[in-house]
């Protein structure tokens, strides 16, 4: 049972412009987000998180967004770069039990000059 | 270079014969944990420690997986009697105490022929 849900297998922007990724769960326990970036044949990356007490953390480039109620969060990247085309996941964790990723199956992204 | 490091990166082993995959965690990380990706998945929790202790097991981790952690430093990961359906990425990554912000390694790619 996929408990985090990225519906969009992929993404096409335009280097310069805004890339916006979208993310869903379903485990109302879920309190802490998180965002990795892949490459192929490495390892994630982490690049930004967010705790369910917020609703919006910013670094750099990068800005997460939660929106509880919606069980809904968003990755931005403004502005756009060809180096960000990977692919990136949506993981969650219930923080009293191991922290434990759970993934979304990913989007891939892909920034053309 | 003080990330986490998989060995090895690639394994290619005939089915029914047995694989063993080593990860160290960055040093000071306590706690240390074992995914698996599939192509077109997202990475999926197979288990986890803190310090030597193995606290959770996915139902994914069938008999034919063990992992241990001897000292709380390094882990291994050994399947038996592998089958085709083994065939994935196996992700290493660790986290300091308290932080979810898991640090993965660069993985080790398995294949079953």
């Known amino acids: 049972d996929q408990q985090v849900k990225q519906n969009s297998p992929s993404l096409s922007v335009q280097e310069g412009r805004i890339s916006i990724l979208n993310c869903d769960y379903t485990?109302?326990?879920?309190?802490?987000f998180l965002w990795y970036k892949k490459y192929p044949a490495e390892g994630p990356t982490f690049l930004i998180s967010?705790?369910?007490?917020?609703d919006k953390n910013e670094d750099g480039r990068f800005t997460v967004f939660l929106n509880k109620s919606a069980k809904h969060l968003s990755l931005h990247i403004v502005p756009s770069q060809p180096g960000d085309s990977a692919v990136y996941f949506c993981?969650?964790?219930?923080?009293?039990?191991?922290?434990?990723?759970?993934f979304g199956k990913g989007t891939s992204l892909l920034v053309t000059p | 270079d003080t990330g986490v490091s998989q060995d090895p990166r690639h394994k290619i082993t005939k089915r029914g014969q047995n694989v063993t995959f080593r990860c160290d965690p960055i040093?000071?990380?306590?706690?240390l944990y074992w995914y698996r990706q599939t192509l077109g998945q997202g990475p999926e929790f197979l288990t986890y420690?803190?310090?030597?202790?193995?606290?959770?097991k996915s139902r994914l981790l069938s008999d034919r997986f063990s992992a241990e952690r001897p000292k709380g430093s390094f882990s291994t990961l050994e399947i038996q009697r592998t089958e085709q359906g083994d065939s994935a990425m196996y992700l290493c990554?660790?986290?300091?105490?308290?932080?979810?912000?898991?640090?993965f390694g660069q993985g080790t790619r398995l294949t079953v022929v």
């Open positions: 993981a969650a964790i219930v923080s009293n039990s191991g922290y434990a990723l759970n």
């Open positions: 485990n109302s326990m879920f309190d802490y």
């Open positions: 420690f803190q310090n030597e202790a193995q606290l959770e």
């Open positions: 967010i705790s369910s007490i917020k």
């Open positions: 040093s000071e990380h306590n706690r």
């Open positions: 990554a660790s986290t300091r105490a308290g932080a979810p912000e898991a640090f």
